[in-house]
C-alpha cells in the first residue's frame, strides 16, 4: 500500500500495481525527499515531470502539497490505467497527463520546462548518464527547478560526470537518492 505523506490528500491510499516490474519508492525514501524539498521550494503552482512513474506516488505526493499538475510518462499502460484511476479517485483528473513512452523518447522530444523532475529508473537501467545529460541538453529543467533521481547505490554522480549542480545525496542501503539543481 503506498499512502500520500502530506497535504490535502494527506493520508488517502493510493491503488498499485502487482509485479516485479513496480518497484514502488519506499515511504523511507519518500519522505526523506519530501522533507529535502520542502525545505528548498514551495510546491504551489509547480509544473511536475514523473518519469517511470509506475504508481505515481511521487507526482500525487507533489499535487498533494500544491503543484499546479503533473505528467507522468511510463511504457507500461497499465501502470498509467492505474495513475488515471488514482487521479479520479483523489479528484485530481483535470491536474495530470499520462504519456506512454520510453522515458528517454518522451526527454529527447520534449519542449517544456519543469520545476520538479522525478526519475525513478528501474535499477538495471543502463542509460542513467544519457538521461541526466539529455534532460540538461534539452533544458527541461526550470532554473527555479529540483530533480530527484533515484537509483543503486553503487552509482555515484560527481561534478565532473554531471551537468547538473549536485545538491544532495542520501543512502538507503541499496538505494541512493541524488537531488540535482540547475547549475548556475
Request: charged share 30%; with cysteine; net charge negative.
Amino acid at each position: 500500500m503506498v499512502r500520500i505523506i502530506t497535504g490535502k490528500y494527506k493520508g488517502r491510499s493510493l491503488k498499485i500495481l502487482k509485479g516485479d516490474d513496480i518497484r514502488p519508492t519506499s515511504d523511507r525514501v519518500k519522505e526523506t525527499l519530501f522533507n529535502i524539498l520542502s525545505s528548498r521550494i514551495n510546491f504551489e503552482n509547480l509544473v511536475v515531470l514523473d518519469l517511470f512513474a509506475g504508481t505515481g506516488a511521487l507526482g500525487f505526493e507533489a499535487l498533494s502539497r500544491g503543484a499546479e499538475r503533473v505528467v507522468f510518462v511510463d511504457n507500461y499502460r497499465r501502470a498509467l490505467d492505474v495513475i488515471k484511476e488514482n487521479a479520479q479517485i483523489l479528484g485530481c483528473s483535470d491536474k495530470i497527463l499520462t504519456v506512454n513512452n520510453d522515458a528517454l523518447i518522451f526527454v529527447e522530444y520534449s519542449t517544456e520546462k519543469f520545476d520538479l523532475i522525478f526519475a525513478d529508473p528501474p535499477y538495471v537501467y543502463s542509460y542513467l548518464d544519457e538521461l541526466v545529460h539529455k534532460i540538461w541538453e534539452r533544458k527541461l529543467l526550470s532554473e527555479i527547478g529540483y530533480f530527484s533521481l533515484e537509483h543503486d547505490s553503487r552509482i555515484v554522480f560527481t561534478p565532473e560526470t554531471t551537468p547538473f549542480e549536485i545538491d544532495t545525496r542520501r543512502e538507503f542501503g541499496k538505494t541512493a537518492l541524488t537531488i540535482f539543481k540547475y547549475k548556475e
